[in-house]
Nanobody, 124 residues
Framework: QVQLVESGGGLVQAGGSLRLSCAASGRSFSTSAMGWFRQAPGKEREFVAA????????HYADSVKGRFTISRDRVKNTLYLQMNSLKAEDTAVYFC?????????????????WGQGTQVTVSS
């Protein structure tokens, strides 16, 4: 059974940092792109960051560029999101996802597996 399990969410003050992890099990995603998405209350799920299969290519939403860093450990089958300079508008449930191809994508439809999400709350 394929599972993606996020961890590392929590409550942090504006300006603080958090590091999210996403541990994959059930199969290797070493040849798959991986991504982070988020959904705030009353809003649609939105793209945050993506990384290609090798880790050499990354994409970021404009709203997080320069503050968030996506990375992966292909041996550990784990995805990370380092979030710095957090803002109140970053408050959301964060989901990791594994792609259908090895190319990093900003589109929900190009991700086949999803985690259950981890809550990130930034107090202002």
């Amino acid at each position: 059974q394929v599972q993606l399990v996020e961890s590392g969410g929590g409550l942090v003050q504006a300006g603080g940092s958090l590091r999210l992890s996403c541990a994959a099990s059930g199969r290797s995603f070493s040849t798959s792109a991986m991504g982070w998405f988020r959904q705030a209350p009353g809003k649609e799920r939105e793209f945050v960051a993506a990384i290609n299969w090798s880790g050499a290519v990354t994409h970021y939403a404009d709203s997080v560029k320069g503050r968030f860093t996506i990375s992966r450990d292909r041996v550990k089958n784990t995805l990370y999101l380092q979030m710095n300079s957090l803002k109140a508008e970053d408050t959301a449930v964060y989901f990791c996802a594994a792609g259908t191809t090895g190319s990093a994508s900003v589109r929900n439809a190009e991700y086949a597996y999803w985690g259950q999400g981890t809550q990130v709350t930034v107090s202002s």
